[in-house]
């Protein structure tokens, strides 16, 4: 089984170490990509436009069964229950420690369950063989909180790697088009597809990254904290990235988060996980599912105090503790 610390798609066999970010003239063109999503020509897309219309007998496309996952008999979640819809963006979020890049890992099988099921498509992956979860995997699409790009390979060599391993009757010329259209679709240009990860910014990083999900077409995108390590601006031009992927392709979203502004902006349900060390052996540990305009006025005040970012019963914690 793969380590769960480093989750790397077989798909896309991932470097060892992401690639580290340099200061470059090609930094200004974040600065672009900032004006056009701003601009006429290419307005903001509401998330309440995007949800594709589920029939009313639809199948999930995920179904959680009673999942738990040990560490060294630790339990990191224990006794979830879900179910995601074709097109539904959800974001995960929840204190660091409570499991939800844990659970990120289970939904595309890079981690196995202790107990319980993790079921797409209605295939449970933990019952495949390893040909035909490769297949499956190919249905996936992976967003890495650092890009985990090839440092040794060019733009256009990164964004080309899961075609040329998934795909041997592509021409290069073909190759080719896919990568500059997904290039394109970031809002990159034809220059970058030259350079070294070295070479440009980290928010760069991140849509080359992007693009390298998509070029496979997957039906479920996993994003691990997208926005990590990017200044305002950034945050939202990936935001809206994500928005225009799902206007763009009917794809399912899952985004790993601490920020809030991506979780209200991006998604149309939000899930927050609480650490089960820290709950009643009754308490569920998922503390909010719905739609983010409702977080606000959770019934929980753990879920307020979280995306208010109020130290509330942490600081009472801490207090006892010195006491």
Excluded: W
Aim: net charge negative; proline share 7%; hydrophobic share 35%.
């Amino acid at each position: 089984m793969q380590d769960p610390n480093h989750p790397h798609s077989p798909a896309e066999s991932m470097p060892d170490e992401p690639a580290t970010t340099a200061s470059s003239p090609s930094e200004n063109a974040d600065e672009s990509l900032s004006d056009r999503t701003a601009s006429n020509d290419s307005p903001a897309v509401t998330k309440d436009e995007e949800t594709l219309p589920q029939p009313a007998n639809a199948k999930p496309l995920i179904e959680v069964i009673d999942l738990e996952v040990t560490f060294s008999e630790t339990p990191i979640l224990s006794g979830i229950n879900r179910t995601i819809q074709r097109g539904q963006t959800v974001a995960i979020i929840g204190e660091s420690g409570c499991g939800k890049t844990v659970f990120m890992k289970t939904l595309v099988a890079l981690l196995q369950p202790t107990r319980g099921q993790v079921k797409f498509d209605g295939q449970d992956l933990n019952q495949l063989p390893p040909k035909e979860l490769a297949q499956i995997r190919r249905r996936f699409g992976f967003v890495f909180q650092h890009a985990a790009l090839f440092d040794s390979m060019n733009i256009f060599d990164n964004v080309a790697f899961p075609i040329r391993q998934n795909e041997a009757n592509t021409t290069e010329s073909e190759v080719s088009d896919r990568v500059q259209q997904h290039l394109h679709e970031v809002g990159l240009t034809d220059d970058i597809a030259s350079k070294f990860p070295a070479e440009i910014s980290g928010g760069m990083q991140k849509r080359v990254g992007l693009a390298r999900a998509l070029v496979l077409k997957p039906e479920l995108i996993v994003y691990d904290e997208p926005t990590t390590g990017l200044d305002p601006i950034m945050s939202d031009v990936i935001n809206e990235l994500i928005l225009h992927t799902r206007r763009l392709y009917p794809v399912t979203s899952v985004v790993v988060t601490h920020d809030m502004h991506t979780a209200r902006k991006v998604a149309d349900r939000v899930m927050m996980f609480y650490p089960r060390r820290m709950l009643q052996a009754d308490e569920s540990q998922i503390l909010f599912d719905g739609p983010p305009s409702q977080l606000e006025h959770a019934d929980d005040r753990r879920v307020r105090q979280f995306v208010r970012g109020e130290a509330g019963d942490r600081l009472r914690e801490l207090n006892m503790a010195s006491a």
